[in-house]
């Protein structure tokens, strides 16, 4: 069976969730000033500019009558409360396609066709109504011939820092990245960010951060560098930057959070159509079920079981054809994402055709930076003293372990990578070596090499090949976004104030090789509810004993989140004893458990499901049936 089945709900979950939020750390009480930082604060007034990923920028749709209205040099604005991962509005998407006579019949046409294909057996779609279909359904993320957005696309610019923000503005900074207590020690008016679109020109986005630098930052700071902290896709921001304007000396440093320096292997394998071996099997037994959840995931591949998966495949197929051809390969943003291993064989199979001539020219360019990358960076830190320094993870596959990411798995590379479950550690770090997560180097490699210091400790990933091996900090089984890791949060930040500056300077405070960490649940839910029940009940006389322990379940959190050697074993370990504590707690004051016992019916569907597929393996169990 062809791997292409799973293609249109792969491109579309990696263009418009190909999302760090980089840092998602709250409010936290400052650390013991280990380093020395608090004496350094006011010494180092570089300002930060980040630069951020798809999952931090903030784009609008324009709306006359909306309840959620945003207001921005004199128009409204209609404004989503989820997390904006790419530019999606219902109204105005139904609203094009019933304006436009030709959309209107297309859309129309595709849908008889679709029943009548269902109808007959036979697959009538034609390619054409897919292809302006898929250019209906994502026109708002569809860019014109000068690299556009449609006008009713607003991605406001915040010429000010963050002291200046309004109450909404910041909310939806530190939605995608709450390091609301670090950033202020740093200094909120020392803090900017360059809000782009994410689907656009390569080259005006660079020429806008390029203006943003010299018309923002230095109205406020005359004369001085920035801090340049570029997250996940805003590295590939930062190295086209440098290659045009980095002769301008306006960059003190780089602090590059998960950085996509060199593509990711997700965008070849989407755009090659490139799945893992068992991704049919996968298809039909995990995948809705892990996007949506049970038991609507297992009734939805339940009834997918019903087709033949000839027609599934080439449907999807064809489907996945025209988003790439209508919106992936004519984003040069998202062209961008291409590893440079691989893209003189994308180009020459897709970009040359009619049609991409202009993608094609920022293509190039692009390409061109990134074989250039290690030497600029290199020349950029010799010549002008620009300091590089790079945060990643490593040691999981492609969509590993989180729910968001686990759609990866069914990519070719997925198990073939080294990775956060989104960017290969290659690209991460300019250059490691590494081999698959979960395996090792081969003694002979491990003998010859001259610098054993910079293998990682599973031995998977050897730093010596790296463009700055001594400015690499890796923490191992971390997912892409660092989230939730306050080590990694304080490094960031330790370095951009400049006490550390080399991975020798405090390996005991933090280490080269560091394991990832988890605080998502402990800082938003156990924490706070622990806190509660003290205000509560400490010195009434009332449950002595549980105020007790609770008072000694945070002293142990706090003790764990100061240290800077992260051991995730015995973190996720504190972490599960302190939740089953706060589950009695809440069932010593409400007298019932948190939440009802899961349905009995979950269990059974998805036993159902997996022995459909087990006896009638990729679709088409009602043909088989009734012949």
């Excluded at 302006?132 to 014109?144: G, K, P, Q, S």
């Amino acid at each position: 069976m062809k791997k292409r089945i799973i293609a249109l709900v792969l491109c579309l979950t990696v263009a418009f969730a190909f999302v760090p939020a980089a840092f998602a750390e709250p409010a936290e009480e400052a650390a013991p000033d280990t380093l020395g930082i608090q004496s350094q604060i006011q010494e180092e007034d570089a300002p930060i500019v980040f630069v951020t990923g798809i999952g931090q920028t903030h784009s609008y749709v324009l709306d006359d009558k909306g309840n959620n209205v945003l207001e921005y040099n004199g128009q409204e604005y209609r404004y989503s409360e989820r997390k904006n991962l790419f530019i999606w509005d219902t109204k105005a998407v139904v609203t094009h396609i019933l304006t436009n006579p030709i959309s209107l019949f297309n859309t129309i046409a595709t849908a008889a066709q679709l029943v009548g294909s269902l109808a007959t057996g036979q697959f009538l779609l034609r390619s054409s109504n897919l292809h302006r279909l898929a250019a209906d359904l994502l026109y708002l993320n569809i860019v014109d011939e000068n690299n556009k957005l449609p006008s009713n696309i607003l991605t406001p610019i915040y010429n000010y820092p963050l002291s200046e923000y309004s109450e909404y503005e910041l909310d939806r900074f530190y939605g995608t990245v709450p390091a609301k207590e670090q950033l202020a020690e740093y200094g909120n008016e020392k803090v900017f960010v360059y809000n782009f679109a994410p689907f656009g020109s390569m080259t005006d986005t660079v020429a806008g951060l390029n203006t943003f630098i010299n018309d923002v930052v230095q109205k406020y700071y005359p004369d001085q560098k920035v801090i340049l902290m570029p997250m996940s896709m805003g590295a590939s921001i930062v190295r086209n930057y440098l290659a045009n304007y980095g002769s301008q000396q306006d960059v003190k440093k780089v602090v590059s959070i998960v950085g996509c320096w060199n593509g990711s292997k997700i965008f070849t394998d989407l755009v090659e159509q490139h799945y893992a071996d068992n991704s049919a099997e996968m298809f039909y037994t995990e995948l809705f079920s892990g996007m949506i959840g049970s038991p609507t995931g297992d009734i939805i591949e339940i009834f997918l079981h019903c087709y033949k998966k000839e027609f599934l495949t080439r449907l999807v197929n064809e489907l996945l054809i025209a988003v790439c051809d209508e919106f992936v390969m004519k984003t040069p943003t998202m062209m961008a994402m291409i590893p440079s291993d691989d893209y003189p064989r994308i180009r020459e199979r897709y970009l040359t055709r009619p049609g991409y001539e202009r993608v094609l020219v920022e293509a190039d360019r692009n390409y061109q930076s990134q074989l250039e990358l290690p030497e600029m960076l290199k020349r950029l830190n010799e010549e002008q003293g620009i300091e590089f320094y790079f945060i990643s993870a490593y040691n999981l596959s492609f969509g590993e372990i989180t729910g968001d990411y686990n759609i990866f798995k069914f990519l070719y590379s997925a198990a073939r990578v080294n990775s956060d479950e989104i960017i290969h550690i290659e690209s991460t770090t300019v250059g490691a070596t590494a081999v698959p997560a979960g395996y090792q180097f081969p003694q002979s490699y491990i003998d010859a090499c001259k610098t054993p210091e910079y293998i990682d400790p599973t031995k998977s990933v050897d730093l010596s090949t790296a463009a700055f091996p001594s400015h690499c900090w890796l923490f191992s089984k971390q997912k892409h976004e660092l989230e939730w890791n306050n080590t990694a949060l304080k490094l960031a930040f330790a370095l951009a104030k400049g006490d550390v500056t080399d991975v020798t300077d405090c390996p005991d405070v933090f280490p080269q090789f560091n394991e990832g960490r988890s605080l998502k649940d402990l800082r938003r839910d156990y924490l706070p509810q622990m806190e509660e029940f003290i205000d509560q009940y400490d010195g009434s006389g009332q449950y002595t004993d549980y105020v007790a322990r609770a008072k000694d379940y945070i002293a142990q959190a706090e003790a764990m989140m100061d240290c800077t050697v992260n051991n995730m074993e015995k973190d996720n370990a504190l972490i599960d004893e302190i939740a089953a504590f706060c589950h009695e707690l809440y069932v010593l004051e409400n007298g019932e458990e948190p939440e009802a016992e899961p349905s009995k019916l979950t269990p059974v569907i998805q036993d159902v499901n997996h022995k459909i597929y087990g006896i009638f393996g990729t679709g088409g169990f009602l043909e088989k049936l009734f012949g």
